[in-house]
């Protein structure tokens, strides 16, 4: 069983909808973070978390520490934001940051 | 302020050569990281350096190795190249090593091995 686990592995929406994308983790954490990368393999670092809910614009982030549960939520979608969203949590025994297998999201206009 | 560069962009190698990769953190920054994306496994971590020294360490065969020098950059280097080392290498930055910095990626180096 992978350390991190993503859902749903594919997601396809239409422009407007609430999306939600879950991850779960098995490893004692220090930080969670969620990255997303759009074709051609550029990765951007979105959040950050700790603990709590941080919102940037459409974009909101949260974690459970008991549950050992992170959502990614993005409101009123839009078709840029069509990409891979990646969770990684740095923890474990090694401190190292293991990531999770994406999550593809395709909005459609 | 300049991003995190990486060269090559992209490279084509036979099995059995070397390669050596490089990358230019975002000015100010001291730490850098490489990691791994192959459709297979995903992205994996590979090394993690601070002010030259090597911090932390993925799951590789010793044919990967890397330095960062005083001024930052960084180099990774993968010996006796297999065709399982084709992969999407990727670098990025940060102020300082620790779990809440936020790290800034380049725009990786595609290898491809023959």
């Known amino acids: 069983k992978n350390e991190v686990e993503q859902s749903p592995q594919n997601l396809t929406a239409q422009e407007g909808e609430f999306i939600t994308i879950n991850c779960s983790y098995s490893?004692?954490?220090?930080?969670l973070h969620w990255l997303q990368q759009h074709p051609g393999g550029g990765i951007v670092s979105l959040f950050m978390?700790?603990?709590g809910k941080k919102k940037h614009g459409r974009l909101i982030a949260t974690i459970n520490i008991q549950e050992k549960h992170s959502s990614l939520h993005i409101t009123a979608s839009h078709p840029r934001d069509s990409a891979v969203y990646i969770c990684?949590?740095?923890?474990?025994?090694?401190?190292?940051?293991?990531f999770g297998t994406g999550t593809l999201l395709a909005v459609q206009p | 302020k300049a991003g995190v560069t990486q060269t090559p962009r992209y490279l084509i190698k036979t099995r059995g050569q070397q390669v050596t990769l490089s990358c230019s953190p975002i000015?100010?920054?001291?730490?850098v990281s490489w990691y791994q994306q192959t459709p297979g496994q995903g992205l994996q971590f590979l090394f993690e350096?601070?002010?030259?020294?090597?911090?932390n360490k993925g799951n590789f065969p010793g044919r990967f190795s890397g330095r960062q020098f005083s001024n930052s950059r960084s180099e990774m280097n993968v010996s006796t190249l297999e065709l399982g080392d084709s992969a999407l290498y990727l670098c990025?930055?940060?102020?300082?090593?620790?779990?809440?910095?936020?790290?800034?990626f380049g725009p990786g180096t595609r290898l491809l091995v023959l």
């Open positions: 990025a930055s940060s102020l300082a090593p620790g779990a809440m910095e936020t790290q800034y």
């Open positions: 490893v004692g954490i220090s930080a």
């Open positions: 978390l700790s603990s």
């Open positions: 990684a949590v740095r923890g474990g025994a090694t401190n190292k940051l293991i």
């Open positions: 000015s100010g920054h001291r730490s």
């Open positions: 350096y601070f002010s030259e020294t090597q911090r």
